[in-house]
Every structure is written in structure tokens, then in C-alpha cells.
């Protein structure tokens, strides 16, 4: 089974700086997915960013950013020039077939951005 | 616009209360799911279904019950069987059940105990 883990519960960053949320992922698939999920208080699940496996280049989003190094399984979100309206729960997930294609979800990373 | 609407917002049961959760969506979505969240913690599946009158069990799906009469609707009932239901529920549509296709998902309803 596939597990996806964030090793940072919480975070904080000072509004216009950097910050980077780590995610490793256990899987002998060869081709998945793996996506950021944002959940603002309002508690709605925001899909940030996406990457296909087989494609190297990391993906971007305006000011949101992928390190994929799928060697060491790991799937890092970059923020840059972070905003107040960033502040929220990041979740990394896991798409692949030997779970049906379901999504597999880590604990979570509590993001706090500080004016 | 398309989205997917979840009501109510928050919701109270009774002991040995059947509810049930609302969920419909109007993005022509093939597949849809029913997540449960307990506090600080992720995401994990209830139920899913990839079509009409189809669906399967998901990590956690004692407990709960599910419909799929329309392509629209998937409505999710807390059983009385269900003994720790409070929580924050969240209903997700997909294109079709595949790898490159993302979950987009309503805003959710908090189910407490009375």
C-alpha cells in the first residue's frame, strides 16, 4: 500500500519570503501522480499543483513550485513570495493504480504566514 | 458556475440517529467520493463510485452507507452503527476515475454528536 508522509506538522514564514513543505512517498509503481491539496480555514480543498511522474520537469504555478525527485520519492512544495491568503493546511497526495487510482493523503502541514 | 454543493454545512445527531449528508455536483463528473477528516489529521475514504448505481467501500466505510441513483448525487447516511461520527466530511467529484484526472471538492459539512 502506498503512504505518504509530512514530516512537518507545522510551519511559519514571514509574508513575501520563501518557504519550502516536504513530502516523501512510499510506492514500486512506476507512474502516478502526486498533488498539493491547499484547505484554507474555510476548510475547502484547493488543488495547488500536480505532477505526473513520468515527466521530469518539475511542475509551476504562478508562485507555487514542485521538487520532484522520484529516485528518493520525494515531492517538495516551494511558495514563493508568500502571501497572507497562503496561511492553511498543505496536503501532499498519491495517485496510483495499485490503489485503484485513489487518492492517498499525508497528515498534513499547517502553514502560517506572519505580516 | 459548476461546482459541487454540499449541505447542510453543519449538522447534529442524535444518539442512535440515522443522518444523511447531501452531496451534488454539476460538473458532469464521472466518479465521487466521501471523505472523512478528524481533527489535524488528513483525508480518508468512506466510500467512492466510478458510475450510476455503483460504488465501492473505501478504508473506512463501516459504519456508512451510500447511493448513487443519479449522476449528480451521492449522498453519504451516518448510521447509528457509526460510534465516533463526529468529524468534518468532504464530497469530491472526479472526471473519471483515473491516475491523471484531479479530485474537486465541495466545501463540507461538520458533523457533531448532540
Known amino acids: 500500500a502506498q503512504t505518504v508522509t509530512q514530516s512537518q506538522p507545522e510551519m511559519s514564514v514571514q509574508e513575501a519570503e520563501t518557504v519550502t513543505l516536504s513530502c516523501t512517498y512510499d510506492?514500486?509503481?512506476?507512474?502516478?501522480?502526486l498533488f498539493w491539496y491547499k484547505q484554507p480555514p474555510s476548510r475547502q480543498m484547493i488543488l495547488v499543483i500536480r505532477?505526473?511522474?513520468?515527466?521530469?520537469q518539475n511542475a509551476t504555478e504562478n508562485r507555487f513550485s514542485v521538487n520532484f525527485q522520484k529516485a528518493a520519492k520525494s515531492f517538495s512544495l516551494k511558495i514563493s513570495d508568500s502571501q497572507l491568503g497562503d496561511t492553511a493546511m498543505y496536503f501532499c497526495?498519491?495517485?496510483?493504480?495499485?490503489?485503484?487510482?485513489?487518492?492517498?493523503f499525508g497528515g498534513g502541514t499547517r502553514l502560517m504566514v506572519k505580516p | 458556475d459548476g461546482g459541487i454543493t454540499q449541505s447542510p454545512k453543519y449538522l447534529f445527531r442524535k444518539e442512535g440517529q440515522n443522518v444523511t449528508l447531501s452531496c451534488e455536483q454539476n460538473?458532469?463528473?464521472?466518479?465521487m467520493y466521501w471523505y472523512r477528516q478528524d481533527p489535524g489529521q488528513g483525508l480518508r475514504l468512506i466510500y467512492y463510485?466510478?458510475?450510476?448505481?455503483?460504488?465501492q467501500k473505501g478504508d473506512i466505510a463501516e459504519g456508512y452507507s451510500v447511493s448513487r441513483e443519479k449522476k449528480e448525487s451521492f449522498p453519504l447516511t451516518v448510521t447509528s452503527a457509526q460510534k465516533n461520527p463526529t468529524a468534518f466530511y468532504l464530497c469530491?467529484?472526479?472526471?473519471?476515475?483515473?491516475?491523471?484526472?484531479?479530485?474537486?471538492f465541495g466545501d463540507g459539512t461538520r458533523l457533531s454528536i448532540l
Open positions: 469530491a467529484s472526479s472526471i473519471a476515475q483515473s491516475r491523471d484526472q484531479p479530485q474537486h
Open positions: 510506492t514500486s509503481e512506476n507512474n502516478y501522480y
Open positions: 505532477q505526473e511522474a513520468y515527466k521530469q
Open positions: 497526495a498519491f495517485k496510483g493504480v495499485s490503489a485503484g487510482n485513489m487518492l492517498t
Open positions: 460538473l458532469n463528473h464521472d466518479a
Open positions: 463510485s466510478q458510475i450510476v448505481n455503483d460504488f
